[in-house]
Structures are given as C-alpha cells and as structure tokens.
C-alpha cells in the first residue's frame, strides 16, 4: 500500500460510507456498532483494508471476477488511451474496441459468431431471454417460449433472470416472478439421495433424463430453451457429472431446445485449459452469456453471443419493422469495456494463465483433499481450474450440512488470519454450507498454500 490517503481521510471515507451507501447484498444493522470493510488497494493477488491491513484475496473480489489479479496497468491505460479518444456511442454503431474484442472472442468460441455488448450478467441472460421470446413469436406463434432452468443455478438479480433463479433464498421475497420458466432438478451427485429415484450408476445421465421429463411433462412445443451454468457457482460449486452434458445435447437436439449456457463465473479462463465452461465437454450451445472475468471487473462489460443461425432469424425480413432484435443496453455502447477485454485476453495468452489455471486447480484440489483427509466436517471437495469447493457436513453418512452460522464462521476466521475466502451466501435454503475459493488465474502454490493453511487452522478452532 502506497499510503496516499491519510488517516483523517481514511476516517472520512468510512463515516462516509457508513452514511451513505447501501452495500450489496448486506445486513447492515452491525455496521452501527462496527465499520464495514472498505477495500482501499489492490496488487496482484492482495488487497488491503481501511485499516492497511493486508489480504490475500482467494475468491478474485469476492465474486469469481478479478481473473487477471489487481493493479494490472496495461489494462488501466489501454482504457485510459480508449476512453480520451472515443468513450461512447450507442451501440446501433459500431466501436473499434468492440469490432476486435468481437474478433478475439469468437476466434476462441469455434461455432459461435455474433457478439451481444451489454453491461451486467444479468442483462446478458436477459437478451438472451428475449432473443428466445422473440424467435418463438417470429417461428411457432408465440407457444413454443417457456425457458427451462436448473434447480440451484442462478442468473442474475433482475426480476427476469430471478425467474429463471433456482435458489429459493435468493428469490424469496421478491415474486411475483414472470411467467414461462420452469424448473428442472439439479444434477449434484453427493446429494443425489434425496433425490427420488437417483440411482447408482449412470447418475449423469439419469440427471440429464430428468429434464427429458420435464419438457415432455411441459410440452416440447412450448418449450424454447434450456439456460445451464457450466458448472454452478453460488448454488454450491456443482461439476457435472460424467455423462451429463452429452445427454443434456441429445435432448436439445431431439425437441429443438435452444442450449443457452451462462458462462457468467465461468468463462474466460475460470476453469483452465479452455476458455469456457462447456468447452471441457464436447458441448455445441446456441447462446453463451459472460460477464465477471471478460474484463477482470476493470471495466463492466458482459457479452451475450449466438450462433450465425440464431443471428439470421433476426434479418429475415428488411420490410417487417418488428423482424430484427429491438433491445439495447445504453451501457453496452461504452468502449471501456471492450478496451479492457482486449488486454485482459492478451495478459491470459501471453502468461499462460489457462494453463497456470490447470495447474493450480490440481494443486489446490490436492490441498483441499488433504484438508478433507484431516477434517471430517468437510464432505466433498469439488470443482474444475481455480474454481472450487468444500462442503462441510456435520455427518458423512447422513451428508446433513452444517448449519449457515458455523460456515460463516470458518469465513470469518480466515479474514482474521488476512485470507478472503467465499462461501456459498443466501442460496440454497439450508444448504449455504459450502465453503467457495476461486483465486486469481496467476495464484501461485506459495498462494495456494497460505489459503490452505489458514482454512485448516480455521476448520481446527470452529469445530475441534
Ligand atoms: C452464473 C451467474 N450468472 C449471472 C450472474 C449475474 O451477473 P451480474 O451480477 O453481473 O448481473 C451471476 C452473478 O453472480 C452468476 O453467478
């Protein structure tokens, strides 16, 4: 930390804030007695606090979004020189950042052509949405247009993307929801007891049959998609499992379902070796969304992007006023964003970070499961590159989870102890017991080491 603001600025900021901002997703009664955390700089994979502490940051801003780590100049001045030439213009036209970010990204997304700039995931999975809406207007009457959704995945914090949201806490209290979404189970093998009928072997693929069910209990002719993380984040670090995806194609493909896959944790890097999610299995989607690590949250920009056929059904015909996509996103014609996608691209290519993400995520799954060896409170350790996960159980048998408090607890040793680690956060009820690490894609074993250590000390003084 350089030191640039004096304590009576720092104390300025924090009465400030304690004033005046609202933080995301917050309790906020505690901060009358106490102060909120206020992050005041960042390098690499530290950040440090009002109070000059230091920390190493194992969840990339604490939501799955600084991939490239802090402090990266060549991305502050390529947006610097973008925003001092042109910042803005409504995306109706075109931006140089934009047009070669477009280039870049689709190079990376074999089969995929048409790139979307909006400015949130959520709003990504939105476009997504009313692209589906409208191809079901424009090809089958209107009817075939319920999007289908996965129990615990979740896509963002609009009322739309709510309706697709499969954790009941994070949706609880905000219905009514918009019609036209239905749900389908999860496909979270270590918890597939208490799912009816889950059998022994093949649960991928019994998982994937589960939606089969639910398009033909629905009506495949009402059906129009079927929106998938990758591998879920909030709803508890969920891999596939082996089967799954195949099946999840087959079936798409049998009752003409669009394959919309959020990539909004996963994509660009997340889970190592390839830059997407559903690139590890074989998967051809018809619409991948992204948002968080496109740009390492140095600017906002998220991506919805389609298929050359999807982009066709909306030019099929200049003399119908209603033929073509009418949406916009005013922030989607900000160049910042593509500005920084670029660069950020570049940084992941020239330091090897896919495969530095591998590497690592191997290393830290190691790590975790001799954690799991020692702690018999974790369950299962889980999780693809440096996006991973252990769920604490107070029974390995029973699988019951521990309760939310004692998680938060482990969280809140490890910020003591100077480590920033996630867990899973008002998502699924009574199962917010995982504990979440997705370190920036250029961590280190030396990293990877610090974080361990201080979730076995913190695992060692909650639960004995
Ligand atoms: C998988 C997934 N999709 C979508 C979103 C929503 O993104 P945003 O918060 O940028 O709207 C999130 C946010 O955490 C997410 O995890």
């Known amino acids: 930390m350089d030191g640039t603001l004096s304590a009576n600025d720092i ?5 400030a804030d304690k004033r005046h901002v609202w933080h995301h997703l917050s309790q906020h009664k505690p901060w009358e007695t106490s102060d909120p955390n206020v992050i005041i700089e960042g390098k690499g994979m530290r950040v440090w606090n009002q109070a000059g502490k230091e920390h190493i ?92 959704f996965r129990d615990r995945d979740y896509h963002g914090t609009t009322i739309g993307a709510l309706s697709a949201g499969g954790q009941d806490e994070r949706n609880a209290q905000y219905g009514p929801f918009a019609p036209g979404f239905v749900r389908v189970p999860h496909c979270l093998e270590y918890r597939k007891h208490e799912q009816d009928g889950a059998p022994d072997e093949n649960y991928g693929e019994w998982a994937a049959n589960q939606i089969e069910e639910v398009i033909l209990r629905e009506g495949p002719d009402t059906v129009g998609a079927l929106c998938l993380e990758p591998v879920t984040a909030g709803g508890g670090v969920i891999c596939p499992p082996e089967g799954y995806w195949q099946r999840v194609q087959e079936i798409c493909r049998k009752y003409d379902v669009l394959l919309h896959i959020d990539e909004v944790v996963c994509g660009v890097g997340r889970t190592g070796s390839e830059w997407f999610g559903y690139q590890h299995y074989g998967v051809k989607p018809d619409m991948v969304t992204m948002a968080k690590g496109v740009a390492s949250g140095y600017a906002a920009i998220a991506c919805c992007v389609t298929t050359e056929e999807i982009f066709d059904l909306f030019k099929s015909d200049e003399t119908d006023p ?94 003591k102890q100077g480590v920033i680690i996630g867990a899973t956060n008002r998502s699924v009820p009574g199962k917010n017991n995982t504990l979440c690490f997705s370190p920036a894609l250029i961590a280190t074993k030396d990293d990877i080491d610090e974080i361990v250590t201080a979730v076995d000390g913190a695992l060692g003084r909650v639960f004995g």
């Open 322 to 415: 209603m033929d073509y996509f009418r949406d916009i996103s005013t922030f989607g014609g900000c160049t910042a964003g593509p500005a920084a996608a670029i660069e950020n691209m570049r940084i992941i290519e020239e330091e090897g970070l896919l495969e530095n993400t591998t590497a690592m995520g191997h290393y830290m799954m190691e790590r975790l499961s001799e954690l799991k060896d020692k702690h018999a409170i974790i369950g299962d350790v889980r999780g693809k590159g440096l996006f991973l996960g252990a769920e604490l159980v107070t029974d390995r048998q029973t699988k019951d989870p521990v309760e939310e408090a004692r998680v938060k607890a482990v969280v809140g040793d490890c910020m």
């Open 57 to 148: 940051d194992a969840v990339s801003g604490a939501v799955w979004t600084v991939n490239v780590g802090y402090g990266r100049e060549s991305i502050a001045r390529a947006v610097y020189d973008q925003l001092i030439k042109m910042n803005y213009f409504a995306g109706a036209s075109g931006s140089v950042p934009g047009a070669i970010f477009a280039e870049k990204l689709i190079e990376k997304m074999p089969g995929m052509s048409r790139v979307y700039y909006c400015n949130s995931g959520s709003e990504a999975n939105e476009k997504a949405f009313k692209m589906v809406r409208q191809i079901a207007h424009k090809r089958y009457g209107g009817k075939k247009h319920k999007i289908l």
């Open 11 to 15: 104390s300025h900021i924090v009465t």
